[in-house]
Nanobody, 125 residues
Framework: QVQLLESGGGSVQAGGSLRLSCAASGGTFSSLAMGWFRQAPGKQREFVAAISWSGGSTGYADSVKGRFTISRDNAKNTVYLQVNSLKPEDTANYYC??????????????????WGQGTQVTVSS
């Protein structure tokens, strides 16, 4: 059983930056495809970014390309999401997710077996 714990959320002004972290335990982290999703109140869960086992493959939602960067440190069992140039529409609860069965899982949330509790990002204008 894999446990995921997000951290790093907060309240920032538009244009600001945050670094979200997701620490994994209970599994072989280097064999987990990882992803970040977000959900705002009243809206559906939305794909943000994904990364493969090795970090060699990454993917992003069009809405965050050029502003967000996903990375991972397999020695620390942690995946990161650097979020820059934040906009009010980025306000949401950000979740990390893990898939133990694929090298890279992409934007389909049904591929992911394990989910964290989320970390809130609030961007004011």
């Amino acid at each position: 059983q894999v446990q995921l714990l997000e951290s790093g959320g907060g309240s920032v002004q538009a244009g600001g930056s945050l670094r979200l972290s997701c620490a994994a335990s209970g599994g072989t982290f280097s064999s987990l495809a990882m992803g970040w999703f977000r959900q705002a109140p009243g809206k559906q869960r939305e794909f943000v970014a994904a990364i493969s086992w090795s970090g060699g493959s990454t993917g992003y939602a069009d809405s965050v390309k050029g502003r967000f960067t996903i990375s991972r440190d397999n020695a620390k069992n942690t995946v990161y999401l650097q979020v820059n140039s934040l906009k009010p529409e980025d306000t949401a609860n950000y979740y990390c997710a893990a898939d133990p069965s694929r090298y890279y899982s992409g934007p389909d949330y049904t591929n992911y077996h394990y989910w964290g509790q989320g970390t809130q990002v609030t961007v004011s204008s």
